[in-house]
Structure formats: C-alpha cells, structure tokens
C-alpha cells in the first residue's frame, strides 16, 4: 500500500519571501505520478503542480517548484515570492496503478504574514 | 473549465436518516470520486467509480454506498447516519480510467453535520 506524509501540520512564511513544504511517500511501484493539491479557506481544491516519477526535471509552474528526489522518496513544494493568496491547506497526492486513485497526504496550513 | 457541482454546502440531518449527497461534473468525465475530509486525516477515499454503474470500494467505505445511474452524476448515499459521520464529504472528477497524470477536480464540498 501507497502511504504519504506531511510531517509538519503548519508553517508560516513572510510575504515575499520563500517557503518549502515537505512530503514523502513510500511505495513499490516504479511508474507514478505525484501532485501537490492547494485548498484556500474557500474550499475547493485545486492543482497546484504535478511530477512524473520517470522525469528527473523537476516539475515547475510559475512561483512553484517541487524538488523531486526519487531515490529518497521525497517531493517537496517551494512557494517563491509568498503572496498572502498562498495562504492555504496543501495536500500531496500519490497516484498509480489501475484506476490511479489517489492517496492523499493529511495536509500542511500554511499561513503568510503581511 | 471543468465544474464539479455538489448540491449542497451545508447540510445537518438526524442520526439514523438516510442521507443523499449529490454531484455532477459537466466534463465528460469517466471517473468520479468521493472523499470525506477530517483534520489531522487529510482526505479519506470512500467510494469511486470508473463508468457508469460501476463502482469499487475506496478506503472507509463502511456506512456508505454509491450510486451511478448517469456519466455526469455521482452520488453518495449514508444509509442510516451516525454522528461520525459528521464531515466535509468533497466530490470530484478526473477524466480517462488509466491516465494517472490526470489530475482530480473538486467540488465546493458539503459539510454535514449528524445531530
């Protein structure tokens, strides 16, 4: 079985400044896919970035970028330039197998100071 | 963009009512989800389903069934509601049964309360 952790149940960053949250996961699988989801005080969860496990570029989407250490079963998020719309719950998801459910990590509240 | 509408945002209902927990995604999607959020437990599968009429249980499936008469709709049913229940149940929908780079798209959420 897939298992995800996010160790730390909040962080907090100054606005502007650069802010990495964690996650690992454990598997046996060789082919998989990893996600970070972010859920805003309004609720709906939306796709902040996702990895592929054979790609050794790590994943970027603007101020994110995810540093993807396979070998250390490790996918860690960086929020560069924090803006206080970062202010959210970020889960990370593990998907692979047939019908590809996802397996979500419990989730990391992070906080941004104005 | 693709929308995944939960019928309600709040819903309080009695311990053993049964209880109707309505999606729909107007995407086409082949895959539909339901999860129940709970903090410090993350987002715990219940139920998804692959096409309709068919379903497989997820990870805490007890308590609850599903249903899936039409591609756009999904719905989840508590039987007889229990006060750990009580929840945000989140929805959603991804497109392709195979394709695991997809990525999963959530509804609002409905948070139920059992009294």
């Known amino acids: 079985a897939q298992t995800v952790t996010q160790s730390q149940p909040e962080m907090s960053v100054q606005e502007a400044e650069t802010v990495t949250l964690s996650c690992t996961y454990d598997t046996s699988e060789s082919d998989y896919y990893l996600f970070w989801y972010k859920q805003p005080p309004s609720r709906q969860m939306i796709l902040v970035i996702r990895?592929?496990?054979?790609?050794?570029q790590n994943a970027t989407e603007n101020r994110f970028s995810v540093n993807f250490q396979k070998a250390a079963k490790s996918f860690s998020l960086k929020i560069s330039d924090s803006q206080l719309g970062d202010a959210a719950m970020y889960f990370c998801a593990f998907a692979t197998g047939a019908n590809s459910k996802l397996t979500f990590g419990k989730g990391i509240t992070l906080s941004v100071r104005p | 963009d693709v929308k995944v509408t939960q019928s309600s945002r709040y819903l309080v209902k009695r311990t053993g009512e049964k209880v109707f927990l309505e999606c729909v995604q107007d995407?086409?999607?082949?895959?539909m989800f339901w999860y129940r959020q709970d903090p410090g437990l993350g987002l715990r599968l219940i139920y998804f389903?692959?096409?309709?009429?068919?379903?497989e249980k997820g990870d805490i499936p007890e308590g609850y069934s599903v249903s899936r008469e039409k591609k756009e709709r999904f719905s989840l049913i508590l039987e007889s509601a229990s006060t750990n229940q009580t929840s945000m149940y989140l929805c959603?929908?991804?497109?392709?049964?195979?394709?695991?780079?997809?990525?999963?798209?959530f509804g609002d959420g409905t948070r139920l309360s059992i009294l």
């Open positions: 959603a929908s991804r497109a392709g049964t195979w394709w695991m780079n997809q990525p999963q798209h």
């Open positions: 995407m086409d999607h082949e895959n």
């Open positions: 389903s692959y096409d309709v009429k068919m379903k």
């Open positions: 990895q592929e496990a054979y790609k050794q």
